[in-house]
């Protein structure tokens, strides 16, 4: 069981060594891992941080996500947008 307590987004990078993660509902909270399972591992534990140094900044925290999921994309490309005269 993957005990995430909110939303997590793994985003794969161009360079294969990276993944880039974040939560839609945990705003500011980002990072980095060279798997898909460093990335659930550390947003596990960043997730908590994170949480924490919101409370301890007097910040709003979203209420726990009753049914979190994990969504995997590929890397974004870089597109020229084509104009037409």
């Not at 924490?52 to 979190?68: F, R, Y």
Request: proline share 6%; net charge neutral.
């Amino acid at each position: 069981m993957i005990d995430l307590k909110y939303s997590l987004v793994i985003e794969a990078t161009e360079d294969p060594n990276f993944f880039g993660f974040y939560s839609p509902e945990l705003e500011g909270f980002t990072g980095i891992g060279h798997s898909i399972e460093d990335c659930i591992y550390k947003a596990r534990w960043g997730m908590q941080e994170h949480v924490a140094l919101l409370q301890e900044n007097g910040l709003p925290v979203p209420g726990e996500n009753k049914n979190p999921t994990i969504k995997i994309k590929n890397a974004r490309k870089n597109r020229r947008r084509r104009e037409t005269a």
